[in-house]
């Protein structure tokens, strides 16, 4: 499992980073869902104007492919992303803090689903999208956050350069 290790070796090293980036305004879901789409990594991207698109697979092996981006600052991608595997999945995009604590409300919370324009939950063979603009130089992931999955290593990362 060479490919988890490094991922979990990347995550390791981005967390200390990560932390100094993130705004005490944007710290948790504190004011609950819905009233603000704002994430540290970026923002909802306008469909009309989409820089680039990037083909996303995910599967049961709990990996995403790719599970490197590159962008750059001001591109909005849309992430096209399909479940080829035979369990629900799911791609959320945020930082490492967002994700933890998304995933953290997910495991109180298993039966909750919500739509945001940050993520996509597909159900297997279904394919779906997400627009988004990486607004901000960093680097950013992206995890599904199906309880165990993101623990399993179904984690990806976004490096978006200035
Ligand atoms: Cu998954």
Redesign the pocket.
Known sequence: MKTRTLQLALAAALAAPLMAWASPGHEGHGGGHGDSHASAAGQPGDPAKVSRTVDVQ?DDS?RFTPAQVQVKAGETIRFLVVNK?K????MVIGTTKELDEHAEMMRKMPDMKHAEPNQVSLNPGQRGGIVWTFDKPGTFAFA?L?PG?KEAG?VGQVAVQP
Do not use: N
Not at 87 to 90: D, G, I, M, S, Y
């Open positions: 995910m709990m595997g369990l629900p999945h799911e599904c199906v999955h179904m």
